[in-house]
């Protein structure tokens, strides 16, 4: 499989290692409430279901939807719906633990030779977001 395993996936599709799509439909690992949770429902779904077209004998993504469709009404449902996004601009707001509620921008880019797509978060020059985030990195170890 490509690139995106790396964003999809986090390590070996079957083992249940949390990954977005296990964090959005099944609740594993930390997530964060967002604006735009049930448009990112959507999307990880668009993206999985592109995967499953380009890849239809990967093993270990057969088995990741196969966890899914077993472990999520919601994914059944959307499943079923056939959605289709295109990468582009969006705004959502993000419930950070320590910061709170931060207005962030996210860019997605696709890069189609190498099957991957490259995510920017950002946060408008001088916002109360961008300042949260700078103080948030500084307490990065």
């Known amino acids: 499989m490509g690139g995106q395993e790396a964003v999809w996936h986090g390590g070996d599709l079957a083992d ?55 472990g999520s009404e919601e ?18 707001t993000l419930e950070h633990p320590e910061a709170g509620a931060l207005r962030l921008n996210c860019d997605v880019l696709l890069v189609p030779e190498d099957d991957q797509e490259v995510v920017l978060i950002t946060a408008d020059p001088g916002s109360r977001a961008a300042r949260a985030l700078r103080s948030l990195a500084g307490q990065a170890p």
């Open 75 to 92: 994914f059944r449902q959307i499943w079923q719906t056939r959605p289709v996004h295109a990468p582009g601009h969006r705004s959502k």
């Open 16 to 70: 249940g290692t949390p990954n977005l799509a296990r964090r959005r439909f099944l609740g594993r690992g930390r997530t964060y409430e967002s604006s735009g949770s049930e448009e990112f429902g959507h999307i990880a779904v668009a993206r999985l279901r592109r995967a499953a077209d380009r890849y239809p004998h990967d093993p270990r993504l057969a088995a990741l939807l196969a966890e899914l469709h077993d």
